[in-house]
């Protein structure tokens, strides 16, 4: 069993900048896991944002955030981040944090499904 708690949300103008991150706790490893964090708007499903294998040598990201957010983590510290930059009102949402127990180090999800541990989210919100 993995624990995740998401902090860092907030409000932003267009242009700025948020570091979301994610604290693990619980008795499995952490660094059995591969990461992930998706987000989720107002009526809509929730999306794929980026992803990190275990040890961060992977990293995946959606169309949309690619070039503007960027996937960390800290296993020695059991925490997870992302860093969003150029942020859009379109970039407007609830964030997950997200674990996915992996058997390889190198392999990354982005499929909502693959995951089998979730935070509660933290809001983003983007506007002028």
């Known amino acids: 069993q993995i624990q995740l708690v998401e902090s860092g949300g907030g409000y932003v103008q267009p242009g700025g900048s948020l570091r979301l991150s994610c604290k693990a706790s619980?008795?499995?490893?952490?660094?059995?896991?591969?990461m992930g964090w998706f987000r989720q708007a107002p009526g809509k499903a929730r999306e794929f944002v980026a992803a990190?294998?275990?040890?961060?040598?992977?990293?995946k990201y959606s169309d949309s955030t690619k070039g503007r957010f960027t996937i960390s983590r800290d296993d020695r510290n059991k925490t997870v981040y992302l860093q969003m930059d150029m942020l859009k009102p379109e970039d407007t949402g609830v964030y997950y944090c997200?674990?996915?127990?992996?058997?390889?180090?190198?392999?990354?999800?982005?499929?909502?499904?693959?995951?089998?541990?979730w935070g509660q989210g933290t809001q983003v919100t983007v506007s002028a």
């Open positions: 997200a674990a996915a127990g992996a058997n390889y180090i190198y392999i990354t999800f982005d499929q909502a499904g693959d995951y089998g541990f």
């Open positions: 990190c294998s275990r040890g961060g040598a992977a990293r």
């Open positions: 619980g008795r499995a490893s952490f660094l059995d896991y591969a």
